[in-house]
């Protein structure tokens, strides 16, 4: 009877076919289930056809029909067999990859960690070798031995890591500066040290890049001001890290909340020839005449598309079409506004959220704004606690308690009249007039917002004069009043602005007609009417402004990468 004792799994070979290794068992050694992880012995499984019938042993439930590249590894391992009699006989499976990357994977996997998992999961590699890389944070010599703490943008934390003299780099190690990155490789051990948990004992440190004083970030406070002028080193500080987290997690959520409910996202185009708002605060894309084009007779940029295009202010046109076929559709990409506005709530390019719902009113559109926005609060305050905390110690007190308070009540509901009222009965003295008829400025929303109901608010029913064409007009006032609503929270103003949408083709016709806007740009627009019309309501959110929301953060050029506002696109 041939059985495996041996099963060598190195880089540059491959499976081969082992019939008969059927119904034999061996079990790996312990080297093996030290190094590969569970993903790796996944994989063992799922492509050896090997079952695990014992904590360390396999059995293979049926042979290999053809060889099998399956992935390669720096080292070999061996898998020894149950009998003496079986470790007698040798049989070579040969695994490799043919494909680098999925080695690279394989090897970055088994030997690097990132600091986040050593803080949560650290008690299960204690006295284990693992390797961290990052950039160093702060550097205490104390001649005999140097203390490093590595940051690898992970989490907030950064980890404490012991050098000895003697390992090998020692001299070059204690010379380094802040923001250095290195590569550590070491025993991880409990901390005796105050304030960590865990420190790493390095063996081995490998210096990637060294800094020298001039490095920007200093161990200090910088000011945002200044941080906004290096905007490519500012995700290594704190804050940045932690908002650009919050800000991906938000990303997260808002996919999750969406396609849980059955909406299906829509790729709205960037490039575009309908002004959604009709504000025409819009970017108009040109071509750069080259050598070679065909306009470069002494012509200036052309129109590429044959018609002015521009960069999108909303995909919600879009969405409306896929909503009238799709029934209810979400985008979110960027949206760009040419707008002079110097303000720390508006940003040139941002990012929206654009849900649209067919067969569905107003009312559908508020409740789902309320479910979707309590929705990522929730799934933040959970998944990125350590940062909320952050936020909540050093940008705004008392954050998260907030945060739960918004998730737990009701928002509240007032029209556009409603909040007119309150507005003048306050007695408080706006620097922009409160009349009905005109638009509510950002001191009237978080006055709302902030003082008078300490909660976000929903204002809906505003004047048909100061609201785009699309709203639909309310019959109950013969259309002085549209179906549009905004929600307003605190410290923000308008995190929301969406309607219901006008359905009717004639209503919709004489909007344009009166807005002075050409109905033959809107020709595909006013298709969706003619043909099978539906009522539907949709809704933008700010994305920018939801990560101010649940950061704290005061200004928008905080919480966006690389932020574009008049006069600033330098990086
Ligand atoms: N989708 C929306 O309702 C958002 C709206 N078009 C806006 O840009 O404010």
């Known amino acids: 009877m041939t059985v495996c004792s ?33 993903t790796h012995l996944d994989v063992f499984h799922s492509l050896l056809l090997v079952k695990p019938f014992t904590r360390q042993r396999y059995r293979l439930s049926r042979p290999m029909s053809s060889p099998r590249t399956i992935f390669g590894g720096e080292r070999s391992y061996k898998c020894c067999t149950t009998t003496e009699e079986e470790q007698n006989k040798v049989q070579q499976l040969s695994l490799s990859s043919k494909n680098e990357s999925f080695k690279d994977w394989t090897t970055r996997d088994s030997t690097k960690v990132r600091i986040k998992t050593i803080l949560e999961q650290g008690e299960t590699m204690l006295d284990k070798n693992v390797t961290i890389q990052g ?34 780099s020692y001299e070059k190690v204690k010379s380094l500066l802040t923001g250095s ?35 920007p970030l200093q161990k200090k406070r910088h000011s945002f001001e200044y941080l906004r002028k290096i905007a490519h080193l500012r995700p290594r500080t704190n804050t940045f890290g932690a908002v650009m987290r919050v800000r991906s997690m938000l ?8 396609q849980e409910n059955g909406f299906v996202y829509i790729h709205s185009p960037i490039i575009t020839s309908s002004d959604c708002e009709g504000a025409g605060e819009m970017f108009r894309v040109l071509t750069e005449p080259t050598e070679n084009s065909k306009y470069s007779q002494g012509e200036g940029a052309k129109d590429f598309f044959g018609v002015p295009t521009f960069l999108t202010v909303s995909g ?14 979400y985008t979110f990409g960027p949206a760009f506004r040419a707008e002079y506005s110097h303000t720390t709530r508006h940003l040139s390019e941002f990012w929206m959220v654009e849900p649209e719902m067919a067969f569905a009113n107003l009312q559908d559109d508020m409740t789902n704004a309320e479910s979707y926005v309590k929705f990522v609060i929730q799934y933040i305050l959970e998944k990125c606690k350590g940062d909320i905390d952050f936020f909540d110690r050093f940008i705004e007190s008392g954050l ?10 009701p928002f509240a509901r007032i029209s556009y009249s409603e909040a007119v009222d309150i507005l003048k009965k306050s ?39 100061i609201k785009a064409f699309y709203m639909r007009n309310n019959d109950h006032d013969s259309g002085k ?38 109905a033959e740009n809107y020709w595909w627009y006013l298709d969706l009417r003619r043909f099978g019309s539906v009522p539907h309501a949709g809704y933008g959110l700010g994305f920018e402004r939801l990560v101010q929301f649940v950061t704290g953060m005061e200004n928008i050029r905080d919480v966006i990468p690389f932020p574009r506002f008049p006069g600033s696109a330098e990086f």
């Not at 998260?400 to 009540?409: I, P, Q, R």
Request: glycine share 6%.
């Open 6 to 38: 041996y099963v060598v799994l190195c880089a540059s070979s491959t499976l081969r076919c082992c019939k008969s290794f059927q119904n034999r068992s061996f079990h790996t050694s312990p080297e093996l289930l030290h190094c590969w992880n569970r």
């Open 135 to 168: 950039w160093i944070r702060s550097i205490r010599d104390q001649k005999k031995f140097a203390f490093l703490v590595v940051n690898d943008g992970s989490c907030l934390s950064g980890l404490q890591v012991f050098v000895e003299n003697t390992v090998q």
């Open 181 to 215: 990155s290195v590569s550590v490789r070491g025993k991880l051990v409990h901390s005796i040290g105050k304030g960590q948990l865990f420190e790493l004992q390095a063996k081995e440190v490998l210096i990637f890049g060294d800094c020298d004083a001039s490095y």
């Open 251 to 258: 990303a997260f959520a808002t996919h999750c909340f969406f």
């Open 316 to 329: 919600q046109l879009s969405a409306e079409a896929y909503s009238c076929a799709l029934r209810d559709v």
């Open 400 to 409: 998260t308690s907030k945060l739960y308070k918004y998730v737990e009540k």
């Open 427 to 465: 007695g408080k003295s706006f620097q922009f007039p409160v009349s009905w008829g005109e638009d509510l400025a950002t001191e009237h929303e978080r006055y709302l917002a902030e003082e008078y109901f300490g909660h976000p608010v929903f204002v809906y029913n505003y004047p048909a004069a």
């Open 481 to 518: 009043t549209v179906a549009a609503m905004d929600l307003l929270v605190p410290r923000i103003g308008e995190l929301i602005g969406g309607s219901e949408r006008e359905d009717r083709l004639d209503v919709l016709e004489q909007k344009l007609h009166e807005l002075g806007l050409e």
